[in-house]
């Protein structure tokens, strides 16, 4: 435990130290259905544990105001009951390869109770965390825990993925923690606001070294001013980075390889990582505090980050100047009709479109002028019989519902098309990676031919406990052109 660090200060200037030194926990497991399991001290769910899943959470916070928790009907990231970090870990990017074999082992309990999650990988990659549930003096209840890698090949491994619950949310009263605050190597805090665009932006990922975190330091999401919850790193023997995911609003925590920047080896050729940590939660105060030495993380838009290049192939080897990229987002309740630029180091939530504007050779492109009321709008060349889909850039853009709350989605569209037509549609679907559990598909009527401004709408009930996201589109097949305006989501009374 690093008992001078920045946070540890902070909680010391605000007199918030000390708080549990006296407070003595009963853990116990209790696994209430096939490898899930909770954490409990005493009656309290304290933690959760899922072998499937392969993740821990951190469902209570403080001894002194325990809260109910329950597991949801349907477990993934949007219904994530706590914070949660990941067991596995991932070989990432080029590599993108997880564990062959796992093994999920518990202590028995008592004052502290630890999760041990072994993983054994085809190139001869071993991994071992251990997590232990226990009670800090200053955060209360917290999971440390230590990650240990040997590796005969140099990969770039990500030893935890960092989600706080709630933080998916786009829903108006459900929205958390808008921008998150971590500690550089060279001593600054520095600050990226949470949104789905910015993720796509240079900056976000460590190309000029901007989001390593100090071996000493911490990474969390701030803004609240209930609680704050963060990793407060003790130690790592190679550079640790994060990296925010488009549509989660996750962190990736990852050790950082390259060929300047190799991990030690032991005498048989190994590759070793480690890294030691701590997940918990801050007072929203010591929060605040923190956010006012904060400083905001560059961002670097002038040319497209090299991961979006695969989602936009008219790019493909350009080399002279890049194109400007419009970002925008579809929210619920807010009409977009394109002329509202949006500013990717603003905090926000929604559906993500990225498109160049006015750019001939696209086929989906945004128009600074034709639009049906004000000037902007969206178009789209259709050049072929088959079927062409746009809207969110990158799966999981999505905008989240309520189950039996009534939704209509609307927008208006403009067609010359020499053969084919243009619709809308709402896709119903559970929010999870892979795969994708599409429940319910909502089709508007069709527009064809040559058409002035026409408006589409579909309205829809989702029901039962695998619908938690819609997904917006628009369907053009044929030839010609369609443009569309005035996008709007919002629920029918």
């Known amino acids: 435990m690093t008992n001078d660090s920045i946070l540890r200060r902070t909680l010391a200037e605000l007199n918030l130290t000390g708080r549990y030194a006296g407070y003595t926990p009963n853990f116990r497991l209790e696994e209430f259905q096939p490898r899930t399991y909770w954490v409990l001290d005493g009656d309290t769910r304290v933690g959760l544990v899922t072998g499937d899943a392969h993740t821990l959470e951190l469902t209570n916070f403080y001894p002194d105001e325990p809260r109910a928790v329950e597991y949801p009907e349907v477990y993934h990231a949007p219904t994530a009951p706590g914070d949660r970090i990941t067991l596995a870990n991932w070989v990432e990017w080029e590599q993108a390869t997880t564990s062959e074999r796992h093994e999920l082992t518990f202590s028995e309990g008592g004052a502290t109770l630890t999760v041990k999650f072994e993983e054994w990988f085809a190139d001869g990659m071993h991994a071992l965390k251990v997590c232990t549930f226990a009670v800090d003096p200053d955060m209360g209840y917290v999971v440390h825990t230590e990650s240990h890698v040997q590796s005969p090949v140099s990969h770039q491994v990500e030893f935890a993925n960092f989600l706080p619950e709630r933080v998916v949310e786009d829903r108006v009263g459900f929205v958390r923690y808008p921008f998150i605050l971590w500690q550089h190597p060279d001593g600054r805090i520095l600050r990226w606001n949470q949104n789905n665009l910015g993720a796509d932006a240079y900056g976000n990922r460590d190309h000029y070294g901007l989001r390593q975190i100090d071996p000493e330091g911490f990474l969390g999401y701030f803004g609240e001013e209930d609680r704050c919850p963060v990793v407060e790193f003790h130690s790592s023997n190679i550079p640790v980075s994060a990296a925010t995911c488009a ?76 194109r400007p990229l419009d970002f925008r987002v579809f929210q619920q309740g807010v009409v977009c009709d394109f002329t509202e630029i949006l500013d990717p180091a603003a905090s926000c939530r929604g559906q993500a479109i990225t498109y160049p504007v006015d750019a001939p050779d696209a086929p989906v492109s945004v128009l600074s002028t034709g639009g049906r009321q004000t000037a902007p709008c969206l178009r789209l060349q259709v050049t072929g019989s088959e079927e062409t889909v746009l809207a969110s850039t990158g799966e999981g853009c999505s905008l989240h519902l309520t189950r039996d709350r009534t939704y209509r989605v609307s927008a208006w569209i403009k067609t010359d098309l020499r053969s084919g037509s243009a619709r809308l549609r709402a896709s119903e679907w559970l929010f999870a990676p892979r795969p994708i559990y599409i429940n319910s598909v909502n089709i508007s009527d069709p527009v064809e031919g040559v058409s002035d401004w026409t408006e589409v709408s579909v309205e829809f009930t989702p029901t039962g406990p695998r619908t938690h996201c819609v997904l917006i589109e628009f369907l053009a097949a044929g030839e010609g052109t369609v443009w569309i305006d005035e996008v709007l989501m919002e629920t029918v009374a």
Do not use: C, K
């Open 247 to 322: 549509n989660m609003l996750d962190e990736h925590l990852h050790w950082v390889v390259a060929r300047h920047l190799q991990p030690p080896q032991d005498e048989a050729g190994n590759y070793l990582y480690e890294v030691s940590f701590t997940l918990g939660a801050l007072p929203g105060a010591a929060g605040a505090r923190l956010a006012e030495q904060a400083v905001p993380n560059e961002l670097i838009l002038d040319r497209y980050p090299t991961e979006m290049a695969g989602l936009y192939p008219w790019t493909r080897g350009e080399t002279g100047p890049r």
